[in-house]
């Protein structure tokens, strides 16, 4: 009885211990597993230039929802400026997962006063220290982002043109061609006030002046070539679309 009484025991006392170092190797597992990076990113132009000013890369990690990003921001927030085609190394850090081996969504939000503003989307999952992950981003230059945003009001202005200003097809075609004129409008508004709250703010006084003395004329020109930038809402931008802008350019 005794024997088995202690063999009883002894099988008890290995099953815990096989508990206790379970567990303990799973933490240790999951803490690993709970890290990303290094990631190495380089910002490469669409048009092959290599600006005079540095991108501003901001990164944030999101909270995922099944297989796709809730938009919550969740850490891994850094700002990192980097020159065109020139590695810069986002560090390895420790994120705050729903799952640690599971796959982490990082945003990485890029910055130019020449270039398209854009939010790059990747999943990362578990990596050594010593296993750096290498990603390029491929910008697009802010001017043929205009031509194309532009574009989208040609074919309802060549629309216009045949059928007759009272028919319903007319009209029709008039508010796609203003909703497309106010859209271009608002994205130059949108990279004006991007370059100068988000942007500038990150670099010296005198790096800001440098920025500002070569972009302020490109973007006063930008401006004022899309008289309807200044509509607030698609109501009042039909009524102003065509007459000439109310709103000054208040500039970087």
């Known amino acids: ?17 096989a508990c206790f170092l379970t567990t303990s190797c799973t933490r240790v597992f999951d803490k690993a597993h709970g890290y990303r990076g290094p990631i190495i990113v380089t910002i490469e132009t669409e048009d092959g230039s290599v600006p005079e000013f540095p991108f501003l890369i901001e990164s944030v990690y999101t909270e995922s929802c099944g297989h796709s990003s809730c938009g919550i921001d969740s850490g891994y927030r850094y700002f990192k400026t980097a020159y065109a085609n020139k590695p810069i190394t986002f560090p390895r850090d420790r994120l705050d997962l729903l799952q640690p081996n599971a796959y982490a969504t990082i945003l990485f939000k890029v910055t130019h006063p020449n270039y398209h503003y854009n939010v790059f989307t990747r999943g990362f999952g578990p990596t050594d220290a010593d296993d750096p992950i290498h990603i390029t981003f491929t910008v697009k230059p802010f001017a043929e982002q205009m031509n194309k945003v532009a574009g989208w009001a040609t074919g309802p202005k060549q629309n216009m043109q045949n059928f007759t200003p009272d028919s319903r097809e007319y009209k029709k075609a008039d508010i796609r061609y203003r909703q497309a004129r ?39 020109v930008w401006y004022y070539g899309v008289p309807e930038t200044d509509c607030w ?10 007459k000439p802008r109310k709103a000054e350019y208040e500039g970087l």
């Open 182 to 220: 106010f859209n271009l409008g608002n994205m130059i508004t949108r990279h004006i006030t991007t370059i100068k709250t988000i942007y500038l703010p990150h670099f010296s006084k005198r790096m800001q002046q440098r920025v500002i003395e070569k972009y302020q004329p490109i973007f006063r």
């Open 1 to 17: 009885m005794k024997d088995y009484k202690r063999k009883t025991a002894l099988q008890f006392y290995c099953v815990l211990l």
């Open 233 to 242: 809402d698609m109501v009042d931008c039909r009524k102003q679309i065509l």
